[in-house]
Structure formats: structure tokens, C-alpha cells
């Protein structure tokens, strides 16, 4: 199946009008060149966005007590921001990172943030595994 990320927003999906269901295995294929590309260009990283929930690694983690982790959620304005940036400076570079999977996977991410901004949603990033 392989990593996928999707966007986790901080009300339950049956208070929402809309599906949050986003194609996010197209941004972990070519996560660590996002991430290069992020910060050569002054945009924000992929994985400034992500929060995991510790206590999912808990097995693989047995003889280390976890630290306690508080979940970061962001405006639906800031998702919004952050999506057009990057496809902006995608398509301003002509970068090959942006092929048709991508792109609808950026619009996919753009249409979620939108509607969570209308609904009051915030949200972070989080990992499929």
C-alpha cells in the first residue's frame, strides 16, 4: 500500500458537509524532494504541518518512556496559503516534481482547506503507514 498523508481536522467527520478524503500518496512518494524544494524556496516544509500521534509508535517504542505530545492544529487559511504557495512556485520554477498526481493531489489538499475554513475546521497533517 505504502505512506500516504491525509489531513486530520479537529472536528469529527460527522460534523462535517464535506468528505476530508484527500490522494495523499503522490506528496509521500516525493516527500524528501517537497521537502528540499520547500526550503531552497522559503516555504513553509511538508513536515512543519505533520503531527503523529506518539502513542500509535507506542509498541515499537516499548523500553522508552514517551514523552506526552499535544497536537499543533493550524487555520484552514494557512493550508490554503500554503498549497497555493507551492503550487505557485512549481509552476514559476517549471519543476518536474509537479506532474499530474501531484497536481491533483494539491487540489484534492486545496479543496478540503477550503472547506474547513467555511465550517471552522483546523487541521495538521498526519501519516499513513
Partial sequence: M???FYIEL???DKDL???PWV???PIAWIFEELESFCKKHQIK?????VYQDISELEDEF???ELPPQIA???DAQEGILFIRNLRDKLIEEQSKLLDDNLEYALSQFLEVFTNAKRVG???HLAVDY
Fill in 121 to 123: 475546521a483546523r487541521w
Fill in 72 to 74: 499543533q492544529w493550524f
Fill in 23 to 25: 490522494e495523499g500518496k
Fill in 45 to 49: 516544509a511538508i513536515s512543519d504541518y
Fill in 10 to 12: 479537529n472536528k469529527d
Fill in 62 to 64: 516499548e523500553e522508552h
Fill in 17 to 19: 458537509d464535506f468528505n
Fill in 2 to 4: 505504502g505512506v500516504a
